[in-house]
């Protein structure tokens, strides 16, 4: 226990001091003040007593190139202000910019409500857009979708320079609205530079380099509180639907004018309001209460929180006669909380601020106050109100994992292991030959599938997160011109690639030379060039010049995949629209497929660390193909020939640019490879023919076990149980048996502890319904963290091999097959069923498969 001053002492010195604690109120009377009631004609009363700008007052801060104005006539019910009435839409990017005072911490307040004004054009339901300040993500890709509500999304921002810009970006085809804006600057004091870092226990400094964004803001035991009588106009609400156990607290209040604040404080941090309200514990009248009050908010667990706690003791009626523990996510926070010697008083404001790094984040953050177990002292425990503030990220983001400027975020954990990018411009031409020789056999009718399939189809993978495979090419368009991108935010920092003249990819290719085909499909050819200007290797896709079909399209979509740019996807350079041509060029990728370096090829092995590595950062090119875009887009054939390593063995995922449908060989065959392949697809899409982005989860699952037991997804010349690794892998698993069947290279080498983690992913990403199934983000982390078990492991002894073998590991043996594993396939009746779906021979089949994937996936730079 702590010392303590004889209560006396204390009394005396109180007494001495008091007179510099103020409790008379401070009033905040703002420099910077902009208040815009967007699309208003005439002035309103905003309800807080507060005057907004109508619009024609407001236009000299706005610049944009439409000028639609929207009213409701009239109110809905429980909208609480008449700003809610009035909106501007935009169609095209559009700006409020406003000159501040001084730089220093500022509210930016942005009031939504999506209501449908008449006339019908614009239906602010439907809206998507993103929000940026010339350096601040605040919302990306946002849609407030079919809610009836008003929505008001605060931040606090230092602004270090005198300009404040606020920038409306609405989504390709989409729109952006604004109902009102809000930029008022806050007292310096609002936020100090420090806090308590929770996990380790620790001093945080630097807080003024963050932003933050209002998450959760309770006036614990206590009414709402508007933003009339706030001291700054926020909003406080009543902590009740937090509290975790309502039987566990009891609020209690007093008069709000008893509130005093000492030195360090005001009522600007928190009105008296706040402080005159709080929860105690229920049962605190038991001879010894033993338990915990817990309120728990729910947080995206992507970002740090900045948590601000509330505590006054109006409580006791003596001084130092209150001490409990308060805890954040079950860590302790305070120990021991001696409010009477932190304040000098009761009915004495105090506050604690506290960060919780992302890396500890859960969905939840959950605050408890609980009594010491020492018999001291009245045992209790309150708390007044709560703060929860959400952290910008590495990339100055507050919603997403893109910065303004096009950065990506690497997840918390894995920042220390960034390894150089470096993009290869060598290739490894010996496989490639060997497979365009292979891949010739299996060009045979390429006009056959041109017909049916426009040009963008076969770059086209599916957007919707729900769009059904049998939906044609026409509705995949389609839903490929609703996706995109916050086009405002990305058009700055990445065009369309590089234009190639016709005559420049001639030269590169020797007259698109036959020698020169590295691949082969239904559209055209693909060609290793190679640059004049700077030697670059290049892989040239070219489609059909016959094909009368898709030139808008095939321009729509190089827009589309030349944004859709990641460090782990296969990337579009620039392409060529010349004499109708269609042709795109991609880099390179020296070192090929994943498969070729597991099995089959004969090639030496790859370490442990070097799968994971693999894994990992094809885990990353398929999260941003998910997430990185507003709709998500499926990659739909997931596996280890489409995911290729550069010439430094990092990975990138291919062949999320081609079609859905594959060709026709001979005739009566699959309709394709690329609606998944059998061994990799989803049984739920199978059943349900709903394509989902758990289905690439699903998929990438098979993956996992792949690199861990280095044999085919489906090898139909095992005996029938082990034919398909998913069903395989999961058996021994389950019976906690798998590195019986890892790959022999690993046994003894690999970190027991780290395959678990890499297979305990697997096997949820294996869950048979997609809801079961993590996201690629989850997986993503697993897989970072069997990384950290492995490279915390000691070196394992280097005589560990096992007298009790695995089976072998079939390397080599059989090439991948198209023939479903049973024949409930067959009645599927959609193309993909066993009829269907048989190819003539097993190794045309896979010639197919890597063909595809080679087409989108050849690099160089
Ligand atoms: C506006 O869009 C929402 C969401 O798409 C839809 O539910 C609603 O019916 C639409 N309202 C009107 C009047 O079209
Ligand atoms: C805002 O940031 C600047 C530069 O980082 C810093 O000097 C300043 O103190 C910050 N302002 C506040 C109020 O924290
Ligand atoms: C807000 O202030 C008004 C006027 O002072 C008062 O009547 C009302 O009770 C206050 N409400 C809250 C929730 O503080
Ligand atoms: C209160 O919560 C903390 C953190 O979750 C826990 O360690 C402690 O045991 C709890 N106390 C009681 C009495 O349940
Ligand atoms: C979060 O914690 C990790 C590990 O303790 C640390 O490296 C990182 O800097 C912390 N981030 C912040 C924002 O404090």
Known sequence: MERRFPPIILTVFLLLFRETYSSSTTKFTPTDNFLIDC???????????????????????????????????KAPEGIPSPIYLSARAFTKEATYAFTLARPGWHWIRLHFHPFNPPGGTFN?????????????????????????????????????????????SPLKNSFAFINAIEVVNAPDTLISDEATNLAPLDDFKGLSDFAFQSVHRLNVGGPLITSVNDTLSRSWVNDGQYLKSKSTGKSISVAPTVIEFPDGTSNLIAPNWVYASAMK?????????????????SVDPSFGYFVRLHFCDILSKALNDLYFNVYINGRKAISGLDLSTLTGGLAMAYYRDFILNASLATDVISVQIGPMNQPTGIVNALLNGVEILKMSNSVDSLDGEFGVDGRVASSGMSAKKKIVAVVGILMMAGAFIGLAAMVVKWHKRPQDWEKKNSFSSWLLPLHSAHSSFMSGSKSSVTASHRAGFSGGIYSSTLGLGRYFSFAELQEATKNFNDDTVCGVGGFGNVYIGELADDGTKVAVKRGNPHSEQGINEFQTEIQMLSKLRHRHLVSLIGYCDENNEMILVYELMANGTMRDHLYGKGL???????????????ARGLHYLHTGTTQGIIH?????????????????????????????????????????????????????????????????????????????????????????????????????????????????????ESMNKLAEAAEKCLAEYGVDRPSMGDVLWNLEYALQLHDAAPPPPPDSDSDDKPPSSTAGSAPSSLIPEDGSAASSGVGIGAGAVRMPDDRSTTVANDAYAQLAGMTGR
């Open 39 to 73: 699309g208003a004609k005439e002035k309103v009363e905003s309800g807080d007593g507060r005057e907004f700008k109508t619009d024609s007052e407001s236009t000299a801060f706005l610049s944009a190139d439409d000028n639609n104005l929207l009213f409701l006539p």
């Open 124 to 168: 602010l339901s439907n809206a998507v857009f993103s929000v940026t300040t010339d350096d601040l993500v605040l919302l990306h890709s946002f849609t407030i979708g079919d809610v009836q509500k008003w929505v008001l999304k605060e931040y606090i921002v230092n602004a270090t320079t005198e300009r404040m810009a606020i920038h409306f």
């Open 281 to 297: 514990m229920a049962d605190a009248g038991v001879s010894q209460p033993n338990f915990n009050i817990t309120w728990q908010m």
């Open 604 to 618: 030496p092995p790859l370490s442990w660390k070097q799968r994971l590595e693999i894994c990992i950062g094809a």
């Open 636 to 752: 739909r054939d997931v596996k280890t020939t489409n995911i290729l390593l550069d010439d430094n063995f990092v990975a990138k995922v291919a062949d999320f640019g081609l079609s859905k449908d594959g060709p026709t060989v001979g005739g009566n065959h699959v309709s394709t490879a690329v609606k998944g392949s059998f061994g990799y697809l989803d049984p739920e899409y199978f059943r349900r023919q709903q394509l989902t982005d758990k289905s690439d989860v699903y998929s990438f699952g098979v993956v996992l076990f792949e690199a861990l037991c280095a044999r085919t997804a489906l090898d139909p010349s095992l005996p029938r149980e082990q034919v398909n690794l998913a069903e395989w892998a999961m058996q021994w698993k389950k019976k906690g048996l798998l590195e019986k069947i890892i790959d022999p290279y690993l046994v003894g080498k690999i970190n027991i």
